[in-house]
């Protein structure tokens, strides 16, 4: 029966990495995978996240299986610096979490808990918005829709159409925001505009549902987990996709967790227990290894010190070269036309080229995004900025 398949395309981000890899040019650049990168072009393993890996080994006494909750201390930790320490839905015990594989495996336990909440929930996600949240929550079975949000051509936040688009939801409609480090756009609500997305949910009734994989690397642990803090006080039920990948730099350990807060606690331990039932559906049981880690981390003074340092380092590298790049590309084009390169943040941004440009700075250049002119600015460095600026000022 398998003769029947028929091959698929690769993936435009992936098939854009491997012909990266492929190109013999030494002055070859890469723009497209979205890893954070440091100078030397090398996806780190945090300092933090070393020592607790030590610590994990050398007290281990098994491989047995984790409950499908997860691991207990991961849970607590996570929910700790996204929500606050006194935040009053973690008080108020209203704060439902089960460990998922990673932050898609977040998202699509929380899609099952949607469905079995309602059959024909529609889910509506931000033009543009992530490249796996429709065929992942709409594989799922989730009914999805699109409200605006970026500017292609303005690179700016389409802000005033976003809302007139979530005075239309109401009860029963969920409405997907990112946290912070908008992917693949690189822009974020304000705290003035996420006070109107609360004002809204408030009165429309919608349901929040953010998806949170750049914790701390936009403007801060804190700032970036205001719109998360702002809306749990404000709605009685939000639902939160966390992700570790980014920000502890877990990528390939599969670090998640899914998040509801609820109206009350006895309505946060049944979305526990449907979660955990979901996750045993769907993997059985979640891997230990990378939410061990965060636990360790999260449980111990010393070694969060050390993580948030490392997380603020990253930040400040990722800020930097934005305004590097800005300036680059002011001084190659001779125009201002880059400029809000600089106000964006986290690892994405778009160049605002046709995919012929696209093209040509891989066959031409060797300098390799992905069709749509999203770039990870993570690729870029001190060494190489001058040449990916001329680069993209000669197929202008």
Same mark, same amino acid.
């Given at each position: 029966m398998l003769e029947k398949l028929s091959p698929l395309p690769p993936d435009p981000i992936l098939g854009t990495t491997v012909a990266c890899r492929n190109d013999p040019n030494p002055d070859k650049v890469d723009l497209g995978v979205g890893v954070y990168k440091d100078a030397g072009g090398n996806t780190p393993v945090f300092e933090a996240v070393v020592e607790a890996e030590a610590r994990i080994l050398a007290a281990q006494t098994t491989k047995a299986y984790v409950s499908p909750p997860g691991d207990s201390r991961f849970?607590?930790?996570?929910?700790?610096?996204?929500?606050?320490?006194?935040?009053? !839905?973690?008080? +108020?015990?209203?704060?439902?979490?089960?460990?998922? *594989?990673?932050?898609?495996? =977040?998202?699509?336990? #929380?899609?099952?808990?949607?469905?079995?909440?309602q059959a024909d929930t529609e889910l509506w996600v931000s033009t543009p918005t992530w490249g796996n949240h429709?065929?992942?929550?709409?594989?799922?079975?989730?009914?999805?829709?699109?409200?605006?949000?970026?500017?292609?051509?303005?690179?700016?936040?389409?802000?005033?159409?976003?809302?007139?688009?979530?005075?239309?939801?109401?009860?029963?409609?969920?409405?997907?925001?990112?946290?912070c480090c908008h992917n693949p756009s690189g822009a974020d609500l304000t705290r003035e505009?996420?006070? !109107?997305?609360? +004002?809204?949910?408030?009165?429309?009734?919608?349901? *929040?549902?953010?998806?949170? =994989?750049?914790?701390? #690397?936009?403007?801060?642990?804190?700032?970036?987990?205001?719109?998360?803090?702002?809306?749990a006080r404000r709605v009685p039920e939000l639902i939160v996709a966390y992700s570790a990948s980014k920000n502890f730099g877990l990528y390939r350990e599969r670090t998640g967790l899914a998040i509801t807060v609820d109206a009350t606690a006895e309505q946060a331990a049944t979305a526990t227990s449907q979660m955990a039932n979901i996750a045993r559906e769907l993997y059985s049981m979640p891997p230990a290894h990378g939410a061990s880690i965060v636990g360790e981390i999260l449980a111990d003074v010393e070694l969060t010190a050390s993580w948030t340092g490392e997380v603020t380092a990253m930040r400040d590298r990722l800020n930097g070269l934005r305004a590097l790049l800005s300036r680059s590309l002011a001084e190659t084009t001779g125009t201002d036309e880059f400029d809000y390169i600089a106000g964006e943040r986290g690892l994405f941004s778009f160049l605002g080229l046709s995919p012929e440009q696209v093209q040509r700075l891989q066959s031409e250049r060797s300098v390799y995004l992905i069709p749509s002119s999203r770039i990870n600015v993570a690729g870029i460095t001190e060494a190489n900025v001058g040449y990916v600026a001329e680069s993209i000022a000669s197929v202008l």
């Open positions: 849970i607590e930790g996570v929910t700790r610096i996204l929500f606050g320490e006194d935040h009053p !839905v973690l008080a +108020d015990g209203r704060v439902g979490a089960v460990q998922a *594989p990673g932050g898609s495996g =977040a998202l699509r336990v #929380l899609a099952g808990v949607l469905l079995r909440a429709i065929p992942l929550l709409g594989a799922a079975g989730l009914d999805m829709q699109q409200y605006p949000y970026y500017d292609r051509g303005a690179h700016a936040l389409s802000f005033d159409a976003m809302v007139e688009a979530l005075k239309q939801r109401g009860p029963g409609e969920v409405v997907l925001l990112h946290g505009q996420w006070d !109107v997305v609360g +004002d809204l949910a408030e009165e429309r009734g919608f349901t *929040p549902f953010i998806d949170f =994989a750049y914790h701390g #690397l936009g403007e801060g642990l804190d700032d970036d987990a205001y719109g998360v803090r702002m809306l």
